[in-house]
C-alpha cells in the first residue's frame, strides 16, 4: 500500500531518500491519472488534487531542509 500523506507532521518524520522517493511515486501516479484516462471521464477528480497537494508537501518539506542545512 502506497505511503498516504495525511499532514506536514507525516512529511517531517520521513528521512530525506524517502521523501524524495515519494515525490517521485506521486508524480509518476499524478501523470497516470492525468492521462490514463485521456478522453475518458476521469472517475474521481479529487485524486487528482490530493497528488498535486501531496507533492506540494513534500518539496516544500525538502525545500525547508535545504535551507536549514544551508544556515
Do not use: W
Request: aromatic share 4%.
Amino acid at each position: 500500500m502506497p505511503f498516504r500523506v495525511t499532514g506536514m507532521d507525516d512529511v517531517k518524520t520521513q528521512s530525506t531518500e524517502k521523501l524524495l522517493a515519494l515525490v517521485k511515486e506521486k508524480r509518476e501516479a499524478l501523470r497516470v491519472f492525468r492521462f490514463g484516462g485521456a478522453g475518458s471521464r476521469t472517475r474521481n477528480v479529487r485524486e487528482g488534487r490530493t497528488l498535486r497537494r501531496d507533492v506540494a508537501q513534500i518539496l516544500t518539506e525538502l525545500k525547508a531542509r535545504e535551507i536549514v542545512k544551508g544556515k
